[in-house]
């Protein structure tokens, strides 16, 4: 495996709600190499989601160092993360996200967009991105004119439009049916095996949770490293 590409070192996050604060993560630790396929599982409430925002940048831990590609990210101010979520991290996430109104090709050129892409650079790009994700032909097609496999396609080629270092899934499988599951998990382990993209994915599914090279589980704040299912 290449360098750490993603790393966590004593992560600390709490909420409040209402009079109880609640201790999502207590010390967490993660290392991610480039490449790796890791998968992080858990039961609702343990956790995970709450980790993923904060790898991701999109909420802050109250203590802990965080870095992403080697870029120590603590203490950037709001433009710097932007930036920083916009060129590293691409999101996956179980309601695909999709813009209603934009077509599948329009959608996956948004990246691009806010990275200032040339126009027919980032058409080219978003259209070889959705002949890579297998759903060419549904370019021209809005969300509602497209199964929830075809959408969650057209998600993981927005995720890659920028060229991310890694591709963080939350419960990407959530909403399909298992066929539909199967096919999206399988394009993901293929996209990192043949593309050496860095995937992390949360999952309550065990059948997702086999496919990586290796499985964490989150319990009491903390990660453990989990030998088999």
Do not use: C, W
Not at 32 to 37: A, H, L, P, Q, S
Not at 47 to 72: A, H, M, Q, R
Not at 110 to 131: G, S, T
């Amino acid at each position: 495996m290449g360098r750490i590409v993603l790393k966590a070192v004593d992560v600390y996050k709490s909420y409040r709600m209402g009079k109880v604060t609640v201790s999502a993560l207590r010390g967490t630790n993660l290392e991610v190499r480039e490449g790796e396929f890791v998968s992080i599982i858990g039961p609702s409430g343990s956790g995970k989601t709450t980790l993923l925002n904060i790898l991701g940048l999109l909420d802050v831990p109250d203590s802990g160092e965080l870095y992403i590609d080697g870029t120590p990210v603590m203490g950037l101010d709001d433009d710097e993360l932007s930036e920083i979520r916009l060129r590293k991290i691409g999101f996956v996430f179980q309601q695909y996200n999709l813009i209603p109104i934009l077509t599948s090709l329009e959608n996956v050129e948004v990246p691009m967009i806010l990275a200032k892409v040339p126009r027919r650079e980032r058409i080219e790009r978003a259209m070889k991105l959705l002949k890579m994700v297998g759903v060419p032909h549904m370019a021209g097609h809005k969300p509602t004119e497209m199964s929830g496999g075809q959408q969650q396609r057209v998600a993981i080629a927005r995720a890659l439009a920028n060229d991310p270092k890694i591709i963080l899934a939350d419960e990407p499988t959530g909403n399909l049916d298992t066929k539909s599951s199967e096919a999206i998990v399988n394009l993901m382990r293929s996209l990192n095996r043949e593309h050496g993209t860095t995937f992390v994915v949360v999952t309550h599914d065990m059948d997702v949770a086999r496919k990586a090279d290796r499985i964490l589980r989150i319990r009491d704040g903390k990660l453990y490293e989990v030998k088999e299912l």
